[in-house]
């Protein structure tokens, strides 16, 4: 598979629409459809901004394949990752709307926490 096989598909599978990568990428949707066309690759200097759109790693773009992440590297717990994973799958304006609700939710969680004492009952 070609790398912009690989975009377009990864465009698919994330609910992304072309038109708001070439947003990104500054460059015409007609140069994208060339790229297509003609099974050509996206020039290197703008493989960093399409995998960060999409989401994925540069090893993925390039070789279809992520990179594995070294045990001792790696910082986060599954559910972590469960969370990214979703996340990452949400349109990018969803992004926003989850993040507030997230935050208010935090926000409210701080607000009952200051309301119990150290024996958990309700203080005033």
Same mark, same amino acid.
């Given at each position: #598979?070609?790398?912009?096989? *690989?975009? $377009?598909?990864?465009?698919?599978?994330?609910?992304?629409?072309?038109?708001?990568?070439?947003?990104?990428?500054?460059? *015409?949707?007609?140069? #994208?459809?060339?790229?297509?066309?003609?099974?050509? %690759?996206?020039?290197?200097?703008?493989?960093?901004?399409?995998?960060?759109?999409?989401?994925?790693?540069? +090893?993925?773009? $390039?070789? !279809?394949? /992520?990179?594995?992440?070294?045990?001792?590297?790696?910082?986060?717990? #599954?559910?972590? %990752? /469960? $969370?990214?994973?979703?996340?990452?799958?949400?349109?990018?304006?969803? *992004?926003?709307?989850?993040?507030?609700?997230?935050?208010?939710?935090?926000?409210?969680?701080? +607000?009952?926490?200051?309301? $119990? +004492?150290? !024996?958990? *009952?309700?203080?005033?």
């Amino acid at each position: #598979m070609e790398i912009i096989e *690989r975009i $377009l598909q990864t465009l698919n599978e994330k609910d992304k629409l072309a038109v708001d990568l070439c947003r990104v990428l500054d460059i *015409r949707s007609s140069t #994208m459809s060339t790229w297509k066309a003609k099974r050509s %690759d996206p020039p290197a200097k703008y493989m960093p901004t399409i995998a960060k759109f999409l989401g994925v790693s540069l +090893d993925y773009l $390039l070789t !279809g394949e /992520e990179a594995p992440v070294p045990e001792a590297v790696k910082s986060t717990t #599954m559910m972590e %990752d /469960e $969370l990214l994973e979703l996340f990452r799958a949400l349109p990018e304006h969803k *992004r926003y709307e989850f993040m507030g609700e997230l935050k208010g939710f935090l926000k409210a969680l701080e +607000d009952q926490q200051k309301y $119990l +004492d150290e !024996g958990k *009952r309700l203080s005033v």
